[in-house]
């Protein structure tokens, strides 16, 4: 099995998908070190990439073919400024040249050199294969994205750390029955367990640090999709909603930055209607950034990546408007935990789980986040991640156009709120009274996406993908 660290399930990126835009950058970024390894990368004149399954069905919607534009390009996602996406992309297709790894100018015609396949590679849904050519060599490579942002070399069987450096976490775990027995042995919390395996990895200094980073850019996305209106890309015509529900919630207050506009949130008189109507607003301000190609924090996908931040936010600026960065950091802790368990147990790509494995997965890390927050025991916390999934399971995957817009970032409002629930049911339940283990739902979701239907797998293929002409929105 996999070390799977909170780190490798929250992870900044640009959207609008974590495994069809994403992870086919990461495979762009090692494909550029194995030709650096292997001496290739300077007499490399030509690149060649064939996209296949759903990377090729919905990969144009995707910006699949944008993103290992990028990627072969040197750009980081986690670190390359947004405004500067366009320039690179647009120079490529001008000048159609490419400076391999920001190093080695090559002739690089996106029509001709990036083609999209439709047959499926055995392994996984969403297959590319890099191919770099030079005066006397050939060399290809096959990588696949599955799903969150993570990558597999074909041929490989781990994503991340190898098995043999599960032995470095003090409290290796397979199963929601291993942690929460964890948690009975030593006495503590979910989120301390996590943090222990954390240490195994990191300094504290460091882990503070990276989670800080990783709620402040969720904070700064949220805090742009609220205050940016307009039409996002794509040819969908789909009008910004962030922009216009937070205006007629926030009133007229003067702020200068994302902290003080949280500030100003917590003094609005909030009640019920309007608590659903912020974390709406919440979710939906990150996805919209998410789809024009922002930053974003995968949560576990890029598709998904509004519900923790819309109910980290919701507990911050409505149920305890004292929270510290403990509080926010301990959230982060456990939704990473939870989010790691489906990953091992199950899957958390749509394209071979349907959004199931997005927004059901993203629902059930922020509602077990949220009932640690509220008191909820280890044997809760588990309880209301199970809850979250049990009302996701069998949701497919078909998105318009293959636009990450519609219905997913309606879904992740509802995401969200569902979480909340959740939570709070579980907070409610007596742990003796449960009938359902989260291993049990972790396992029915994974026996769901096998035997769903692929068409409903991302693929646009069915579903309101085909319901809706695309022509007419």
């Not at 402040?216 to 794509?234: A, N």
């Not at 529900?245 to 019920?272: A, M, R």
Request: some cysteine; overall charge negative.
């Amino acid at each position: 099995m996999e070390r799977i660290s909170v780190f490798d399930m929250l992870k900044i990126g640009v959207g609008p998908s974590s495994s069809h835009t994403l992870g086919p950058w990461r495979a762009a970024e090692a494909f550029l070190k194995e030709l650096r390894e292997k001496h290739l990368l300077s007499k490399t004149t030509k690149v060649h990439i064939d996209l296949y399954g759903s990377l090729s069905l919905t990969g144009k919607g995707h910006a699949t073919d944008l993103a290992v534009m990028l990627g072969l390009s040197g750009a980081d996602p986690e670190y390359v400024p947004i405004e500067s996406l366009d320039v690179i992309i647009t120079a490529i297709t001008n000048n159609q040249k490419l400076c391999l790894g920001n190093e080695q100018i090559i002739n690089f015609n996106p029509k001709e050199n990036i083609v999209f396949n439709k047959n499926f590679l055995p392994f996984h849904a969403n297959g590319l294969t890099f191919t770099a050519e030079g005066d006397d060599f050939s060399y290809p490579s096959t990588f696949y994205s599955v799903g969150g942002g993570f990558i597999v070399k074909e041929g490989e069987q781990a994503i991340t750390k190898k098995d043999d450096n599960r032995r470095n976490f003090p409290f290796p775990i397979d199963k929601a029955e291993e942690l929460i027995n964890y948690c009975r042995q030593e006495g503590k919390k979910i989120s301390e367990i996590v943090y222990e395996n954390e240490k195994s990895l990191r300094t504290e200094e460091q882990i503070h640090s990276e989670l800080m980073r990783i709620w402040h850019t969720m904070l700064e996305c949220t805090y742009i999709g609220c205050h940016t209106e307009g039409v996002l890309p794509g040819g969908l015509h789909v009008r910004r909603r962030a922009y216009d529900i937070h205006k007629n919630l926030i009133g007229v207050v003067t702020y200068d930055s994302p902290e003080n506009w949280l500030n100003s949130i917590k003094k609005t008189n909030i009640k019920f209607r309007e608590i659903l109507k912020w974390v709406s607003c919440f979710s939906l301000a990150v996805n919209e950034v998410n789809a024009s190609l922002g930053r974003v924090v995968t949560a576990p996908t890029n598709g998904s990546a509004g519900v923790i931040p819309a109910v980290l936010l919701y507990y911050v600026t409505i149920e305890n408007q004292q929270a510290t960065e403990e509080h926010i950091q301990q959230f982060l802790l456990v939704a990473g935990e939870i989010g790691s368990l489906f990953k091992k147990g199950a899957t958390i790509s749509a394209a071979m789980g349907g959004c199931q494995a997005e927004i059901g997965v993203s629902s059930a890390m922020a509602a077990g986040a949220l009932c640690e927050l509220l008191g909820g025991s280890p044997e809760q916390v588990l309880i209301a991640a199970e809850i979250a999934m049990e009302h996701h399971l069998g949701l497919t995957c078909d998105p318009i156009g293959g636009l990450v817009q519609i219905p997913c970032i309606e879904r992740n409002a509802m995401g969200a709120i569902k979480a909340i629930n959740a939570a709070e049911l579980a907070i409610e339940t007596d742990p003796k009274n449960a009938k359902v283990p989260l291993d049990k739902v972790i396992n029915t979701m994974w026996q769901t996406a096998k035997d769903m239907n692929s068409k409903y797998k991302e693929t646009s293929e069915g579903g309101l993908a085909v319901a809706v002409n695309m022509a007419d929105c």
